[in-house]
């Protein structure tokens, strides 16, 4: 079945990845958490949130922050999407409430499992 997917990074090579690899699902494509926030206000019915932390003018840190402070948008399936030598950052995500992480360079089957389990 076909999902809504907020994609929040700032690569656009890591974006054109998940446009081939999330194929047929629908693509939300922002590039910081600031754009991801606004964006968000027309896209509450996203089902999964695929988020990087490094990123600049909003961190996915402060991203997830604010919205785990948001009675809609804190349901919203959040998995961090880092680089490997993040560790710290990445358990603070999910202390701060993300579900799930996954290392980057990740594979197909990562994502597609992990929608699979959240969604
Ligand atoms: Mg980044």
Redesign the pocket.
Known sequence: MKKKILVV???KL?HRMYDLMLRPHEIVHCYDGQEALQTLTNHADAQLILL????PRMS?LEFLAHIKQDPVFSKIPVVIV??EGKEEDTQRGLDAGAAAYIAKPFQREDIVDVIRQLT
């Open positions: 990074e700032d690569s890591v990087d932390l490094n990123m996915g880092s680089t």
